[in-house]
């Protein structure tokens, strides 16, 4: 994984001093709130309902297992013992003190992490797929590129003072696993006509209270141009981009205002006037940067462990649990291993203090020392020997972290809601909580395949309700919380926004009218292949309509 | 008089914003701003004046407009109406690196500590700081980072080329 240079510990450094200045005159009055707020937004801190909230940034979701045990220090030293990883490859604290932020950020400098642009008006934490450099339907590792993007984007003065926040993914796979249609940019790697491999680009997708999905403006992007291109795109959106209402200020709204085309021709004159400049990568850069991202030193292995087998013929839990969290891998007798954080007992995403350390642990015993964090808020391993999932395994369960459901009803995404957050009009955690609970049973579960349920607490829509197969926004009506019900989104590849299905749920209500939703799936599905998404599309809202209100 | 940061020390703002001004024959004597539809429209009269001209840009205004006319201005005057507006960040950048504007770019408005460094690196080179604050002790901004990841207008040789030893 990248490491950091002499340069890189500099600015972090030089950042926690920075804050550390800003914090004190905070402290004795020189700055207001307000001046002080978007400083300290741009380090992550956030002020919630019960506290201040500390948002770090995990660049592409990769960490170190000296990284994670450091997150768990944290967790354990300035907070009450957990941590919750959110749908941005960030981890979040939720009752940190002020005065001791500055103290956090020097600790997370000691091991190559900070907070930098994880909130505030900028670009925020580039993400990529979590399964970069082991897919096996991967055209290219995206996490160079991530890595460039990270610094590119790390305090640029041009664009530190945005209409609105900024968030680039990258993906490197056949199939997008990093949700490039719901970014202000995502970038695919793609292979032209010529079998050179650069970037499709994508501009103006988001999710919030107007979701849109991104479009295509450049077909192919050649890598070299990267990080011109992208200047080019953040110039334009900082000239034009609106400042006038809060709610029509990412570049979403621009791109929708203007049309792609006109955004387009925005985006190429200015490119054509610094492609080839400063910006532009060379070969030896680009090098330079893949390197750290090497494969690590597999051993060479056949393709099916015979133990493996065996364990899986002899142990039918573990053979259930590894049909589920198990991922194939491209190296041959190597697995990547979902770790769900959706144990039904913890917030979804929510993991202690004392399971990071022993995540780390097993990273390093069992994964070349690392953990991927994914957008669906779960934890993975990239690099599993075969021969090692069994005993893997067994060390999961004696840490509650082998709840077989990745890909199911009840690996919910979830928003911290009412619970922690200022801006949610209605509380996420219970409800998914209650929904893994009614359908705990893992027969039934497996039964409705795989479908993915998006909780948000608000319309700011922070666990993607839009882009879940059945997604649920709580509202709040006249004092009353009330659950709304979306059907039909997704954030793959074929990505679409769900449609609201009328009038919102009671919270004693909302699990039952998922349920409702679907018995109509398990009826009209033409056999246990088709998804719900699938017969989503098939027949429409109106037979979900008919049993929830009919 | 109003301050202005510049070079590290605190001068007298010896320009004359003449905004709002309606005929030419009334203006002042003595070096004048003037905004950039004024400029555009009187720049004929306005350059046979015994005096230096800076030229006011709205933040929404494009400073590609004076790219045929930059050798006659020696000031471009960039607004920040509110320190989290930081649209003439990108003017200050394009007047320094793409039109090659050497002259004075002053920023006004909400100038404060915490944004200046970003002005600064992209091209701003005078600062007419909020009065109520201390402008000297604003500039300890300047000196908080070492390095920068990006190419900019304040000369800095970005990290990337450090390290492919060019410095």
Not at chain 2, 138 to 165: C, H, K, M, N, V
Request: glycine share 8%; aromatic share 8%; net charge negative.
């Amino acid at each position: 994984m990248y490491q950091y240079d002499r340069f890189d510990h500099q600015m972090v450094r030089e950042r926690v001093a920075q804050f550390r200045g800003q914090v004190a005159r905070r402290l004795n009055g020189e700055l207001t709130e307000d001046e002080f707020k978007p400083l300290r937004l741009r380090n992550g801190v956030y002020l919630q309902l019960h506290a201040y909230m500390l948002r770090v940034a995990i660049p592409y979701g990769l960490l170190a297992s000296r990284q994670l045990r450091k997150l768990a220090h944290i967790a354990r030293r300035y907070d009450k013992g957990y941590g919750h990883f959110s749908t941005r490859q960030n981890i979040q604290y939720n009752w940190p003190r002020l005065d001791e932020v500055p103290d956090i950020l020097a600790e997370l400098a000691e091991v190559e992490m900070h907070t930098i642009q994880t909130s505030g008006n900028c670009i925020r934490n580039t993400t990529a797929d979590h399964l970069a450099g082991v897919a096996v339907d991967e055209i290219e590792d995206p996490r160079p590129y991530c890595e460039l993007v990270r610094q590119w984007s790390t305090f640029h003065p041009e664009f530190n003072w945005l209409p609105r926040k900024f968030k680039i993914a990258i993906s490197g796979g056949a199939q997008d696993r990093a949700a490039l249609a719901y970014h202000d940019i995502g970038l695919r790697l793609v292979k032209n006509d010529a079998g050179e491999i650069g970037f499709e680009v994508m501009v103006g997708g988001g999710l919030g209270r107007t979701p849109m999905i991104a479009k295509t403006i450049r077909e192919f992007l050649p890598k070299q141009h990267l990080l011109s291109y992208l200047e080019a795109i953040l110039r334009v959106y900082n000239m034009l981009g609106r400042r006038d209402n809060i709610f029509k200020a990412r570049i979403k709204i621009l791109v929708h205002e203007h049309g792609i085309e006109k955004i387009r021709e925005l985006v190429e004159a200015d490119w054509e006037a610094t492609r080839d400049g400063a910006l532009a990568l060379r070969d030896e850069d680009i090098a330079g940067f893949k390197a750290f991202f090497a494969p690590p030193p597999y051993e060479t292995l056949p393709a099916n462990d015979s133990g493996l087998a065996q364990q899986l013929e002899s142990d039918p839990a573990f053979a259930r649990w590894h049909g589920n969290a198990v991922i194939a891998h491209r190296v041959p007798g190597y697995a990547a291993v979902d770790i769900s954080l959706k144990t039904g007992v913890q917030a979804p995403g929510d993991v202690t203090d004392d399971q990071m350390d022993a995540i780390a642990d097993l990273a390093d015993r069992y994964s070349f020392g690392q953990i991927r964090v994914n957008h669906r808020q779960n934890l993975l391993f990239a690099d599993v020997r075969q021969s090692d999932l069994h005993a893997l395994w067994q060390a999961l369960v004696d840490l509650d972290l082998a709840t077989p459901n990745n890909g199911k009803l009840t690996d919910i995404i979830s928003c911290p809601g009412m619970d922690f957050c200022s801006l949610a009009t209605a509380r996420s955690i219970p409800v998914a909580l209650d929904l893994q609970r009614r359908f705990e049973d893992l027969d039934h579960l497996y039964d409705l395949g795989d479908l993915t349920l998006n909780i948000s607490g608000c319309i700011n829509a922070c666990a993607h309700h839009h882009a879940g197969n059945i997604g649920i926004l709580g509202v709040n009506k006249k004092g009353e919380e009330l659950y709304q019900l979306l059907l039909g989104g997704s954030s793959r590849n074929d990505a679409s926004i769900g449609a609201i299905t009328g009038p919102g749920f009671a919270p004693d209500a909302i699990v039952g009218a998922v349920e409702d939703v679907l018995a109509v799936y398990l009826e009209r599905r033409e056999g246990p292949e088709e998804t719900f998404l699938e017969v989503y599309r098939r027949l429409g809202d109106q037979p979900f309509k008919e049993r929830l209100y009919g | 008089m109003d301050k202005i940061l510049k070079d590290g020390v605190l001068i007298d703002n010896e320009w004359t914003d003449v905004t709002g001004y309606e005929a030419l024959s009334s203006l002042p004597s003595g070096d004048i701003v003037v905004p950039l539809d004024q400029w555009l429209e009187h720049r004929a009269d306005l350059v046979k004046r015994n005096s230096r001209l800076g030229v006011r840009l709205r933040n929404d205004e494009d400073p590609a407009r004076l790219a045929d006319d930059l050798g006659r201005i020696a000031l471009v005057v960039l607004e920040f109406p509110s320190f989290g507006d930081g649209r003439a960040l990108s003017q200050a950048n394009l007047l320094r690196r793409r039109l090659g504007f050497e002259g004075e770019i002053r920023a006004t408005g909400d100038v404060q500590r915490d944004q200046m460094n970003d002005m600064r690196r992209c091209g701003v080179d005078a600062f007419a700081v909020r009065p109520d604050r201390d402008a000297l002790a604003a500039a300890e901004a300047f000196d908080d980072f070492t390095y920068s990841y990006q190419p900019t207008a304040d000369g800095r040789l970005p990290i990337s080329r450090i390290r492919r030893g060019d410095a």
